[in-house]
Each structure stands twice: as C-alpha cells, then as structure tokens.
Antibody, heavy 128, light 108 residues
Framework: QVQLEESGPGLVKPSQTLSLTCTVS??????????LNWVRQPAGQGLEWIGR???????TYTPSLKSRVTISLDTSRNQFSLKINSVSAADAAVYYC????????????????????WGQGTTVTVSS | DIQMTQSPPSLSASVGDRVTLTCRAS??????VNWYQQKPGQAPKLLMY???NLEKGVPSRFSGGGSGTDFTLTISSLQPEDFATYYC??????????FGQGTKLEIK
C-alpha cells in the first residue's frame, strides 16, 4: 500500500524559497501510469493544484505559479520535491503531496485521472 | 482554463437525510469529474471518479452523476461521519485540473 509523507521547514521568510519533500513508501516513485502532484490549501480556503511530475520527470504547473515553481524527482531516495521561489504571505498554506492514478477506459476515450493517495499535509508559514 | 462552480457553498442537514451537492463546469467536460471529501485537519479523500464511479472502499450511500457541464454528488442517508467539506475537480483533457470552491456540509 503506497503512502506519502511531506516534510520540510514549517517557517519560511518572505522573498526566500519554500522547499518541501514528499517521501513515497510502499512502491517506487517512478511508476508508469501515475503522476505525482502538489496541492495546497490556505487556512480556511479551498484546494489549489500546484503542479505534477511524471515518471520520466516531465512537469506541468498551474499557470499562476509557473514562473516560481519547480517540481523534481529523486528516484534514488524515492522522493519528489517542491520549490517555490520568492514567497510571500499568499504562499502560506497546508501543502499536500498526492499520487494521481491514470485509469484507462477504452480505446478512443480519455483515461480517468484521480488523486487517490494523499500525504497528511504540512503547514508552511511565511513570516520574517 | 475550465472553472468549476459548486453549490451551495454550505448546507445544513440532519442524520438520515438525502442530500445532493452540485458542481457546474464552465464548459462541457463529458464525465471527467472527481469528488473528494475533506474533514477538518485531514487530507482530502477520493470518493468518486469519472463522475459516477465509486472509489474502492467508499460506502454505497454515495453516488455521483451528470455529464457535460452539470454534476451531482448524492448521499442517500447522511451518517454522522459524512459531515465534511466536499470538492469537485475536473480532469478533462489536460491540466490545470481545477477544483471547485467546496461545499461544507454541516449538521442541522
């Protein structure tokens, strides 16, 4: 059974870089037919998708954060990471890593995607 | 980008009630919608994928429907553990796969 766990500093100073790691257990991090995602949730607000990486290392980011975000894969440690540059108070949130399952339906149809395994989340505060 | 709008933002109901939550997409997305349940202090949990496919281990009192732009999540008989916030999210064609803003289901 695959499990995910986020780790990293809980406090980041404004203008600095937020760095988080998600450790995958129970399976390899670079499995085909899965993407690895980061999602965040500011206090009292909804969920915001940040970006994802596939087994080959190809990344996709949400447009509003694309210029500041990097997601990377470390297969030797079975981890993937998130970096957000130049943080401000607006980046304070609970950050989740999540596995995205690809469920093939039939030829000619788009597969179903779903975030089926989540970490417990880690809180990041931005303050000097 | 496709926007997802959930209604109502909050809903009060009693144990045993049948409730239906709604999610509307800004354009047609076939049946590429997922539903998630989130309880306070916890990560979201996948309930439904492909609009009407129940995730393994999720109680059968949950059901989903819809196609095109309008989608529903129905709980046939509310249980105490169902009081939570529910989010829809589209997965149509390519990212960004956006979430709705959520519906908070509260005890009446």
């Amino acid at each position: 059974q695959v499990q995910l766990e986020e780790s990293g500093p809980g406090l980041v100073k404004p203008s600095q870089t937020l760095s988080l790691t998600c450790t995958v257990s129970g399976g390899p991090v670079d499995t085909d037919n899965y993407f690895l995602n980061w999602v965040r949730q500011p206090a009292g607000q909804g969920l915001e998708w940040i970006g994802r990486i596939d087994a080959s290392g190809k990344t996709t980011y949400t447009p509003s954060l694309k210029s500041r975000v990097t997601i990377s894969l470390d297969t030797s440690r079975n981890q993937f990471s998130l970096k957000i540059n130049s943080v401000s108070a607006a980046d304070a949130a609970v950050y989740y890593c999540a596995r995205e399952r690809i469920h093939e339906i039939m030829t000619g149809y788009l597969p179903y995607h779903a975030l089926d395994v989540w970490g417990q989340g880690t809180t990041v505060t931005v303050s000097s | 980008d496709i926007q997802m709008t959930q209604s109502p933002p909050s809903l009060s109901a009693s144990v045993g009630d049948r409730v239906t939550l709604t999610c509307r997409a800004s354009r047609s997305i076939s049946n590429y919608v997922n539903w998630y349940q989130q309880k306070p202090g916890q990560a979201p949990k996948l309930l439904m994928y492909g609009a009407s496919n129940l995730e393994k281990g999720v109680p059968s009192r949950f059901s989903g429907g819809g196609s095109g732009t309008d989608f529903t999540l129905t709980i046939s008989s509310l249980q105490p553990e169902d009081f939570a916030t529910y989010y829809c999210r589209h997965t149509y064609i390519a990212p960004p796969f956006t979430f709705g803003q959520g519906t908070k289901l509260e005890i009446k």
